[in-house]
């Protein structure tokens, strides 16, 4: 949301981000599950997989939707340390990449 309104707001405008909750994900009986139920949260896969489709989206390059990509967004900088995360989950869990709904794609 943030990279969203970043491209299309003053830079001058103060931008406040927060998280409404804090999913925390633990690793029990050789499964991913959350630490504490949040009530309403989606199955720990399915968030996990959501998650992990975020990251090739703020990536800013021809296959994400920064400036280099799809130039829906601002600039992110994804780091380095969520990068390896990222890539550890998809490579040792066969984690998915959620991809987009191609129904939903703009007309450019």
Known sequence: MDAGLRKYVPEETLIINYASYRAHVTW???KLDYK?????????????????????????????YGPAGKGF???VDVPDKVR??????????????????????SRR
């Open 84 to 105: 390896l995360a990222f890539d550890y989950l998809r490579t040792n869990f066969g984690f998915a990449v959620r991809e987009a709904d191609p129904l939903y794609a």
């Open 73 to 75: 967004i601002a600039h």
């Open 36 to 64: 504490e139920k949040i009530h309403g949260m989606w199955d720990v896969e399915r968030y996990v997989n959501l998650l992990m489709g975020e990251i090739p989206r703020l990536t800013d390059d021809s296959n994400g």
């Open 28 to 30: 029990n009986d050789a």
